[in-house]
C-alpha cells in the first residue's frame, strides 16, 4: 500500500509535469503538424524537412542549453525565499541569451549554403537551403520564449506555457494552410511556407509570454531592470557554469541524432522519410517525459534550496519511477499501432513498411530514453553537469555513431542499423545518469 507521504509526493510532481507535458508536446506538435502537412506536398519535402529540423535544432540546442541553467537556479533560489535573487537571474538570463540568439542566427544562415556538401538526394538540398535561411529568423523570438518559460517554470507556474504553446497549434497550422497550400490568395510556398509559418508562431509565443509575465502581478518583483549595474558577474558565470554542460550534453544526444539524418540520407530519401515519421512519434513521448523531468529539476532545486537532502532524494527518485511507467505505456502503444501510425504523414507504401521497423526499435528504446532525460535533469539541479556531458558524449559519440554505422553499411542492416545504435546509446546513458544521482544524493545524505 502506498503512504501518504508518497501519494502527496507523486500529486506533487504531476501537478507540475502534467502542465510542462502538454506544454512540451504542444511544442513538438509543431514540429509534428508541419511534417503531416508537408508530407502531403512529396516525399523530397518531408526528407528536407526532416534534414533541416534536425540540423536546426542542433544549432538551437545550444541556445536551449543556456536557458535550461535558469530554471534549476530559479527553483534553488526559490526554495531558500531569495525573492532578489529571482530578479537577478531574469535580467542576467535575458542579456545572456539575446547574444547567444544573434550569434545563432548568424550561424544558421550562413551554414544554410552549405546543405549541398552533405551528399543528399536530387532536389533535398535545394529546398532544405531554402528552408533552413527561413527558420534561422525564428531563433531570436523562439530564445526570448525559451527565457521566461524557464524562469515561469522554475517558479513552479508550469500552466502558462502550455496555454501559449496549445495556442500555438493552432496558429502554426493555419498558417501552414495557407502558406504551404497557397490559400487565402497566398502563391503555394510548400516547404517554405512552414518556415514562414514557423517564424510567425515563434514570434507570437515570444510576444505572448512576455505580456503574460509582464502583466501578472505574482511576476511584478522579478520584472528585470537593465540600467547599468544590472550585470551580476557571479550569476552569469553560474548561469554559464551550469547551461555550457547542459547544452553541450544535449548537443551530443541530438548532434548524434542529426548526423544520424545525414547517414539515413545516403541510404535514400524513403529512409530518410521513414526515419523522420518515427522520429516524430519518438518525440511525442520524450516531451511528455520532459514534463517529468522539469519537475523532477523544479523539486529537487527546492529541496536543494531548503537543504532537505532526503526530500531531494526521493523527488529524483519518484520521477524516474514516473518515466519508467509512463514510458513502457508509450512502447506498448508503439508496438501495438506500428502500422497504423505512420498513415497519419504519408501515403507511400515503402515508406509506410520502413517507419514500421523503426517504430519497433523505438518502443523498445522507450525506458531508457525516459530514464535519461529525468536524470539529466535532476542532475542539473545538483549542479552537476560536467560529469554527464562526459557520459552524454560516450553514450552518442563513442558508442551510439560508431555502432550505427557499422550495423548500416559494414553489416548492412540499413537504417535499422542506425536504430539499434542509438538504442544502445541511450540505454548506456540512462544507466550512468541513474547511478551518478545515487551516488551524488547518497553523498548529500552522509554529509
Do not use: C
Amino acid at each position: 500500500m502506498m503512504n501518504q507521504a508518497t501519494k502527496k509526493s507523486i500529486i506533487e510532481t504531476l501537478k507540475l509535469a502534467i502542465p510542462v507535458s502538454i506544454g512540451q508536446i504542444g511544442h513538438i506538435m509543431l514540429g509534428v503538424t508541419d511534417s503531416i502537412m508537408v508530407g502531403h506536398v512529396s516525399s523530397v519535402s518531408l526528407a528536407a524537412s526532416s534534414l533541416v529540423n534536425g540540423l536546426f535544432f542542433l544549432i538551437l540546442i545550444l541556445g536551449i542549453g543556456i536557458t535550461l541553467a535558469i530554471t534549476p537556479l530559479t527553483a534553488i533560489a526559490s526554495g531558500a525565499k531569495n525573492l532578489n535573487q529571482g530578479k537577478v537571474i531574469l535580467s542576467n538570463s535575458i542579456f545572456i541569451n539575446v547574444v547567444v540568439a544573434i550569434a545563432l542566427f548568424a550561424l544558421t544562415y550562413v551554414l544554410a549554403d552549405w546543405v549541398d556538401y552533405l551528399n543528399q538526394a536530387p532536389g533535398v538540398a535545394v529546398q532544405a537551403s531554402s528552408y533552413a535561411k527561413i527558420l534561422s529568423f525564428s531563433i531570436l523570438p523562439f530564445m526570448a520564449f525559451q527565457v521566461y518559460r524557464q524562469f515561469i517554470e522554475g517558479l513552479s507556474f508550469t500552466h502558462p506555457p502550455m496555454y501559449i504553446s496549445l495556442i500555438a497549434n493552432v496558429v502554426n497550422i493555419f498558417g501552414n494552410w495557407v502558406m504551404i497550400y497557397g490559400n487565402l490568395g497566398f502563391p503555394k510556398l510548400g516547404l517554405d511556407g512552414a518556415g514562414y509559418s514557423s517564424f510567425i508562431v515563434r514570434l507570437f509565443m515570444a510576444i505572448a509570454i512576455i505580456i503574460y509575465f509582464n502583466k501578472a502581478s505574482r511576476f511584478k518583483i522579478y520584472k528585470p531592470k537593465f540600467n547599468i549595474d544590472f550585470i551580476d558577474t557571479k550569476v552569469i558565470k553560474e548561469l554559464l557554469h551550469i547551461g555550457i554542460p547542459s547544452a553541450f550534453q544535449h548537443f551530443f544526444e541530438m548532434g548524434a541524432f542529426s548526423l544520424s539524418a545525414i547517414m539515413i540520407g545516403w541510404l535514400g530519401s524513403n529512409q530518410l522519410a521513414a526515419h523522420q515519421i518515427a522520429l516524430n512519434l519518438a518525440s511525442i513521448s520524450f516531451m511528455i517525459i520532459l514534463g517529468i523531468s522539469a519537475a523532477g529539476t523544479i523539486r529537487v532545486g527546492n529541496a536543494f534550496g531548503r537543504k532537505d537532502y532526503k526530500g531531494m532524494k526521493d523527488a529524483g527518485v519518484l520521477a524516474q519511477k514516473i518515466a519508467v511507467f509512463i514510458m513502457s505505456l508509450f512502447g506498448i502503444i508503439f508496438l501495438i499501432f506500428r502500422k497504423e501510425l505512420p498513415l497519419f504523414y504519408i501515403n507511400e507504401p515503402q515508406v509506410i513498411s520502413i517507419a514500421s521497423s523503426l517504430i519497433i526499435i523505438g518502443a523498445l528504446f522507450q525506458i531508457s530514453d525516459g530514464l535519461q532525460a529525468v536524470g539529466l535533469g535532476i542532475l542539473r539541479s545538483l549542479k552537476d553537469v560536467k560529469i554527464p556531458m562526459i557520459i552524454s558524449f560516450v553514450a552518442y559519440w563513442v558508442i551510439a555513431l560508431p555502432l550505427s554505422y557499422i550495423l548500416a553499411f559494414i553489416y548492412n542492416m540499413d537504417v535499422i542499423g542506425i536504430w539499434i545504435g542509438f538504442l544502445t546509446g541511450l540505454s548506456v546513458a540512462a544507466v550512468f545518469f541513474t547511478l551518478r544521482f545515487y551516488i551524488l544524493t547518497n553523498k548529500y545524505k552522509q554529509s
